[in-house]
């Protein structure tokens, strides 16, 4: 940390000088514009010139020779989510230029612009810098919470045949999440673009373990879905399971709740609620499930209750972002906090 002097420049300027290293390090020369911006704790944040520049392409190329498509979708998973722009694979194409494809459809945003019996090059065709990370998440919950509704549904006779959208909503979360994580990356790399959102840094950190977590909830609704519809529970079973899925359902609408709106007093009631659901319900009930050999269950019932205890946890984690991006002081835990909500 350095101290520099406040001095008076005139009869309403005030002045204080730059770190030397810093100005060189932004090739910044006498004459030239610097932002300064007021936060809301009332200090101030000063930001080098913009040179109006456009940004370099970033641009990567992989050889998939030999390697299988799980290989080559996890190459391209790390190259989208680290924004590179141009993602060229070359090697082995003929034959598996289908499975490429596919391979690229799973990425929002990101076409096939040339192909070859040798290579494959895809682009993407967006400005994230205008895509604030926090719309992509609400646009996750919005669909987290359809999905929680359509396995309610599908579990009844009539609508069973409908089952098969909460495992198509969440093939589309998980584009979603694949772009928030792009998002997410070019604001840790770039403090203009954090700026530009409204965003800090630490912000950001904690935005990201909020989109993992939402991307399990839609992972774990995915796999219920698959029990469910298999048809291997009764109908008492399944009217039971719905109504913990239910009380689980209801905590993660309040943990999103009190993340929109900065409510940390809300999220230590989602923490103690998922105590109260998980710990003595779920947990009891799947540990007698296991446990008793007399009692005739379905197979799903302890793998049904272990999913939605691990929505619940990610629901309390949730929570838990909430408080991580508000500290408050000892003692304040039950007061609603006032503030500015983050801008989604």
Known sequence: MEYRKLVKFGAATYCVSLPKAWVREHKLQKGDLITIDEQGDGTLKVFAKDDGAAPVPKEITFDISGKAMSEVQRMVLVAYINDYSIINLRGDIAGRVKELRDIFQQFLALEVMDLTDER???????????????????????????????????????????????????????????FAMKLINRGLNDVETARHWGLSQSELAFIMVLADKLEKIADRLKRLESVFSAGSLS???????????????????????????????????????????????????????????RARV???????????????????????????????????????????????
């Open 235 to 293: 109908e008492k079973e399944v009217h039971t399971l719905l109504g913990h899925s239910g009380g689980v359902e209801e905590n993660y609408r309040a943990a999103m709740s009190a993340f929109y709106k900065n409510d940390t007093a809300a999220a230590h009631q989602v923490i103690e609620r998922h105590e109260a659901v998980s710990e003595k319900q779920l947990d009891s009930m799947t540990f007698r499930c296991i446990t008793n050999a």
């Open 120 to 178: 494959i090059t895809a682009k993407a065709f967006l400005d994230i810098t205008e895509t604030n990370p926090l719309k992509v998440l609400r646009r996750v919950d919005t669909i987290v919470k359809t999905m929680f509704t359509d396995l309610q549904e599908c579990c009844g006779k009539c609508k069973r045949s409908n089952c098969h959208l909460v495992a198509e909503k969440d093939l589309e979360i998980n584009r979603l999440h694949y």
């Open 298 to 344: 379905g197979c799903g019932i302890p793998m049904v209750l272990e999913y939605l205890s691990r929505i619940s946890v990610l629901t309390e984690d949730i929570a838990r972002v909430v408080l991580d991006l508000h500290p408050e002081p000892a003692g304040a835990a039950l007061v609603p906090k006032q503030g500015t909500a983050l801008r989604v």
